[in-house]
């Protein structure tokens, strides 16, 4: 019996479905058919955009959530509630600012009921595990972030978890303090230090999860799904620099691409303009982009991974924006490249009142909301429009943060295109005068 309870994995997720309710609409479907198993001795990323799911899955991993549908199983055993030997570290930091570092630890095992003498001495073996000795009667107020985030893994390795879940754990910090902490608790893992049996942690940063993860999911979105299960063929430590780590990260890239851009194009072509999120990119990132691209040393063809260092951007960053540009057809996404097209390369070229006029084209043609709202206000008498009006038609196919998020985007890209006006005060989309007039004038064609 033992044997067979030693080959049990950690955790077993099947057919994970979690949606949310919407009254007089479709379901909010967030996770779909999600299979997860995870087995002692490894470090899983979950790799993926915002809004994919992830830390859904990890909330409904840890027992804080119980999914809609599927099976859970935490040792081979059904999960009811929280799961037994699991600790979690979050992106905030969620440190109680009025507790000294040593009491925040102690929380974990306080609320175990830890005898207090014990509870110090596993609390400030954890606060030197994690590099933080000598600090443990400080306050949070007096650390840096990085400070902050070593708290809060000691608050979580002091319970001795079985399962250590991250959720997205070194995105508030810099770059060099993140790099840092990174490589100290995978010297730690390596060396045995950690008291852990297996790591599962959510990231959007492709080469995080390549330095960290024996295994990496990678997550499509809306809804959330496993695309590809990849497993990481080298030992640690890994060199970012080495070829084989550069192909990896350029074949993640490839496999990101690859899934979006049918979706993108189905998207751009949809009948219904309320039935796909955008996002939020700004015509000056925009402008940006289709500038760095057509000019040296791209020539209208760039390679993603090495775009991105160039920019310093994170997958999260830069993935919207070129899908963004393949919604416009100024780009094409294609196996991990970007391509400027000719339209692209016309709008980079082009002087301030000539590029409006080409982004006015592009979102006519290919965002079927803008040509929706300028459709209501060209047949309304008044030429106006309210915008709760397409918020609500934009919450009866994704969520309210989706549709708020969609309609600020079309608002700023049909105001620079001028396409119509917007009222902040009023939240009224409106015509230009100039178009009003040239709708009364076609209107008195028509009369005559």
Same mark, same amino acid.
């Given at each position: ?13 099947? *057919?994970?479905?979690?949606? %949310? ?44 959530? !119980? ?24 992106? #905030? ?22 005898? !207090? *003498?014990?509870?110090?001495?596993? #609390?400030?073996? @954890? ?6 000795? /000598?600090?443990?009667?400080? %306050? ?50 390596? *060396?045995? !230090?950690?008291?852990?049996?297996? &790591? ?8 995080? @999860? ?14 959330? +799904? ?19 780590? $550069? ?5 993640? %890239? ?27 990119? /700004? ?17 209208? +063809? =760039? ?18 924006? /070129? ?48 040509? =929706? ?7 309304? #008498?008044?030429?106006?429009? @309210?915008?709760? $009006? ?12 989706? =549709? ?10 049909? $105001?620079? @295109?001028? &396409? ?9 989309? #409106?015509?230009?005068?100039? *178009? ?9 064609? %028509?009369?005559?």
């Amino acid at each position: 019996m033992a044997m067979d309870q030693q080959r049990l994995p950690l955790v077993t997720v099947r *057919d994970c479905r979690q949606a %949310y309710h919407k009254e007089a609409s479709a379901d909010l479907v967030v996770l779909d058919h999600v299979d997860l198993t995870l087995q002692e001795g490894e470090i899983v990323a979950l790799l993926g955009r915002s809004g994919s799911g992830k830390s859904t899955l990890l909330r409904i991993v840890a027992g804080l959530l !119980k999914p809609t549908a599927g099976e859970v199983r935490w040792r081979g055993e059904p999960l009811k509630g929280p799961a037994p030997g699991v600790a979690m570290v979050f992106q #905030s930091f969620a440190l109680f600012p009025w507790l000294t570092v040593q009491e925040n630890v102690e929380l974990g095992l306080e609320a175990l009921g830890v005898r !207090k *003498d014990e509870r110090e001495e596993r #609390s400030e073996e @954890a606060i030197d595990l994690i590099g933080l000795g /000598g600090y443990d009667g400080a %306050y949070p107020k007096e650390l840096s972030g990085g400070m902050r985030q070593r708290v809060g893994l000691a608050r979580a390795l002091v319970v001795h978890p079985d399962l250590l879940l991250m959720d997205e754990p070194f995105s508030a910090l810099d770059v060099l303090t993140a790099e840092t902490l990174r490589t100290d608790l995978i010297d730690l893992w390596m *060396d045995g !230090k950690l008291p852990v049996k297996s &790591i599962l942690i959510v990231t959007h940063n492709i080469e995080e @999860a390549v330095l960290m993860a024996d295994r990496i999911l990678v997550f499509s979105s809306n809804p959330g +799904r496993v695309a590809h299960e990849l497993r990481v063929p080298f030992a640690h430590p890994r060199n970012r620099f080495d070829p084989a780590f $550069r192909e990896m990260v350029d074949e993640i %890239y490839g496999i990101m691409t690859r899934r979006r851009t049918p979706e993108v194009h189905t998207a751009a072509l949809a009948p219904n303009p309320f039935a796909h999120p955008l996002h939020p990119v /700004g015509t000056n990132l925009i402008a940006g982009l289709l500038e760095t691209l057509s000019g040296e040393p791209y020539h209208g +063809r =760039a390679d993603l991974p090495a775009l991105a260092a160039a920019l310093q951007f994170e997958v999260d960053e830069l993935l919207p924006l /070129g899908e963004t540009l393949s919604i416009l057809g100024f780009a094409v996404l294609e196996e991990g490249d970007i391509q400027i097209t000719e339209t692209g390369r016309r709008f980079a070229e082009a002087e301030t009142e000539d590029r409006k006029k080409i982004f006015a084209e592009a979102l006519r043609a290919h965002v079927p909301l803008i040509a =929706a709202i300028r459709n209501v206000l060209e047949q309304r #008498s008044n030429h106006r429009a @309210a915008a709760v $009006r397409f918020r609500d038609q934009l919450e009866d196919h994704m969520s309210p943060e989706y =549709a708020e998020e969609t309609l600020r985007t079309v608002i700023a890209w049909g $105001r620079y @295109a001028e &396409i119509f006006e917007y009222d902040e005060e009023a939240q009224q989309f #409106s015509l230009e005068e100039e *178009d009003e007039e040239e709708e009364r004038a076609r209107a008195g064609e %028509y009369r005559g």
